[in-house]
C-alpha cells in the first residue's frame, strides 16, 4: 500500500513539474493564448499598474477583483486575423487580457507587514472560422505571440519600474 501511495505521489510531483515547466517564467502560449509570470510585486501596485497599462492598450477592463485573489480581465476586443490567420481560413479574431495576482507565501513577518503577489499576464485569443458562429480555439500564429510576449515584458518594466520593496 505505501508503494502505491509513493508511486502516486512520484507520479503527482512529475505531472506537476511538467506543466510548472510549460508555464513558467519564461511565459509560453497556450493552444491559443499566452502566459507569463511577471514577479512578485505588492498587490496594490500590480493592480494600478495593470489597469494603467490596459488602459494604455485601449481595452476596457470587465471584472476588477483585489486582494486576496487578484483579478483584473477585460471585455473581449474583436481584431483583425493575421495574414497567417487569414490562410488558415480565420475570419474573425478576439482576445481578452487578463492579470493575476496570487499571495506570495511567507512574504509577511513581523518587521516587514508588506505582503507580495506573484502577478501573471495572460492574454486570451479566439477566432471564428470561415461563417462558423462559434468562437474556438486554435494554435496562436508567430507574429500573435511575439505581440504577447512584447506586452507582457512591457507590463513587467513597468511594474518593476514601480517597485517598492
Known amino acids: 500500500m505505501i508503494r502505491g501511495v509513493r508511486g502516486l505521489l512520484m507520479i503527482g510531483l512529475a505531472v506537476s513539474a511538467v506543466g510548472c515547466a510549460a508555464g513558467g517564467a519564461g511565459g509560453g502560449g497556450g493552444p491559443s493564448g499566452y502566459s507569463q509570470n511577471l514577479g512578485s510585486f505588492e498587490p496594490d ?22 486582494v486576496p485573489a487578484i483579478l483584473i480581465q477585460t471585455f473581449w476586443r474583436n481584431l483583425r486575423p493575421t495574414d497567417l490567420e487569414r490562410e488558415a481560413g480565420v475570419t474573425e479574431v478576439r482576445n481578452r487580457i487578463r492579470v493575476l495576482g496570487r499571495q506570495r507565501m511567507g512574504t509577511a513577518t513581523s518587521t516587514n507587514a508588506t505582503e507580495f503577489y506573484v502577478a501573471t499576464f495572460q492574454i486570451e485569443r479566439q477566432v471564428r472560422m470561415g461563417n ?17 510576449r512584447t506586452s507582457a515584458r512591457e507590463l513587467q518594466l513597468q511594474l518593476e519600474s514601480g517597485r517598492r520593496d
Not at 52 to 66: A, F, H, M, T
Open 45 to 66: 501596485q500590480i493592480i494600478s499598474e495593470s489597469l494603467d497599462y490596459i488602459q494604455r492598450l485601449s481595452y476596457d477592463v470587465e471584472v476588477n477583483n483585489g
Open 132 to 148: 462558423g458562429e462559434a468562437w474556438q480555439e486554435r494554435p496562436a500564429a508567430p507574429d500573435f505571440l511575439e505581440w504577447a
